[in-house]
C-alpha cells in the first residue's frame, strides 16, 4: 500500500532551518521506507523544528537573530505540532476501527 503525499507530512521543517545549519533536511520518499519509516522521519523533523525556534528565539533574546525570523520559525513550529497531532489522532483513530472489527 503506498502513500500519496506522505512527503508532506515532515516539510514543515524544512521551512524553518535552523541557525547555522549547511543544508536543509531532505524529506523522504515514500518510496524509501514503509509508514513506520515515515512516521519516524516525520517525529524528527518535529523535533529540529522544535529545536530550531528555541534556537532562534535566544537568539531574538540576544540581538543575534531578527524578530520577524523568529515569528516564522515559531509559527512553523506550532504548524508542525499540529499536523503531527492530527496525524496522531488518525492513527488512533484507524486502531480502535480496526479493533472493532469481528474477526
Not at 38 to 60: C, F, T
Amino acid at each position: 500500500m503506498k502513500i500519496l503525499g506522505a512527503s508532506a507530512f515532515v516539510a514543515p521543517a524544512n521551512l524553518a532551518p535552523a541557525v547555522g545549519r549547511s543544508q536543509p533536511v531532505p524529506s523522504p520518499s515514500v518510496s524509501e521506507g514503509g509508514f513506520g519509516d515515515v512516521l519516524s522521519q516525520m517525529m524528527k523533523n518535529v523535533d529540529e523544528s522544535l529545536r530550531s525556534a528555541e534556537r532562534l528565539s535566544v537568539g531574538a533574546l540576544t540581538g543575534e537573530v531578527p524578530l520577524q525570523k523568529v515569528v516564522e520559525t515559531v509559527v512553523a513550529a506550532e504548524q508542525t505540532v499540529q499536523l503531527t497531532t492530527a496525524v496522531r489522532d488518525k492513527i488512533v483513530a484507524a486502531y480502535v476501527e480496526l479493533t472493532r472489527m469481528p474477526i
